[in-house]
């Protein structure tokens, strides 16, 4: 009953994401480690999945196939770091909607950014960055949104 339960909350949670209604908990997972993004203190890293609330997110629609990605703590968002280049950290800073807090998710699984269509989210060394679609295909850039039930 459980699994019909996940497998039905995913799939709100991926209608929701496509006409941009979603206001649920997620986890944002990678699919080479299973691991998932957290936040302590600023940045965002990945972890072991817990039920921290560092490891809550919220996809708020910004515009049509962008999302803000919310943090469980109220007025926090995603942010890449000092602007949209590569290398920046990704952390969490209060919203403000500009285009380096937001995001969209690639038919491939990665995560774009919104202020540049050719830089995605990549894991390197634990941490959250940017780094070009291009010539990464060996590095931790293919995530899941998963529902937290």
Known sequence: MASNFSSYL???VVIAI???LTEAQVRIKSKKTGLVFQYNGTNVEV???NDSEGQKWILECSQKGHFIINSNKQGLAM???????IGQSVMVYDK???QN?????????TIGTACDANLILLVK???VEVAPRD???????????????
């Open 10 to 12: 995913f799939f709100l």
């Open 18 to 20: 496509l006409t941009c």
């Open 47 to 49: 972890a072991e999945p």
């Open 79 to 85: 942010d890449i770091k000092k602007g949209c280049k």
């Open 96 to 98: 403000h909607s500009r």
């Open 101 to 109: 807090q937001q995001f969209f998710i690639n038919s491939d699984a």
């Open 125 to 127: 060394d634990r941490n």
């Open 135 to 149: 010539n990464y295909f060996d590095f931790d850039i293919h995530f899941e949104i998963e529902p937290i039930e």
